[in-house]
């Protein structure tokens, strides 16, 4: 079980941090922020699908077909684990290693948000304070790597959840037999 979760998380891992690493790296600031974050939750829900086939393909190979909630939803959450660790690890190299400064757009793209809204001057001066204070937290990179961790993984608690409420019906997708 230790090499499937490995397996499937480093290849979950891949899968959402290729197109984060595109993003910011190659298209850098070109695409808008919302685009951004369609993107990186499409890659991260195609990702976490492979909750679903590790865990079915532990059922029916090793199992005989049956596991239990339990068990299920650990597996999950394991490859969630690592493949979260992945995202988050590929955001602090990127961060480090280029010039880009996230919090200088994402500022920048609030700010716009609270001026369409028709924001006072004082509601923007004092949400320009909070996001000066939060730039400052943001900074240090436990800090950055935990926001980061926060992004990525209630998205694959809730797919390992419903993966194991299926999964653990042996009736639910059951192993089809080899053909002769």
């Known amino acids: 079980m230790k090499n499937l979760i490995l397996k499937y998380g480093l290849m979950a891992g891949v899968i959402v941090a290729l197109p984060m690493g595109f993003m910011t790296v190659v298209m850098g600031h070109d695409l808008p922020m919302a685009w951004g974050m369609v ?20 059922r029916d ?6 596991i ?5 939803l650990g597996m999950g959450l394991a490859i969630t684990i690592v493949a979260s660790l992945i995202y988050s690890i590929t955001w602090e190299v ?27 001057p004082e509601v923007l001066a004092q949400k320009a304070a909070e996001m000066a204070e939060f730039a400052k937290m943001y900074a240090k990179p436990w800090f950055r790597f935990m926001m980061t961790l926060t992004e990525i993984l209630p998205i694959g608690i809730l797919v390992s959840l419903i993966c194991a409420i299926l999964i653990r019906r042996p009736g639910f997708m059951p192993a089809r037999p080899a053909s002769a």
């Open 94 to 120: 990127i961060t480090m290693s280029t010039d880009m400064n996230f919090m200088e757009s994402y500022t920048k793209a609030v700010l716009a948000q609270e001026q369409a809204r028709g924001a006072s």
């Open 68 to 72: 239990r909630f339990w068990p299920a």
């Open 61 to 66: 190979l090793n199992l005989g077909g049956v």
């Open 39 to 58: 993107i990186g939750y499409t890659s991260m829900l195609l990702a976490f699908s492979l909750i679903f086939v590790a865990t079915k393909r532990h």
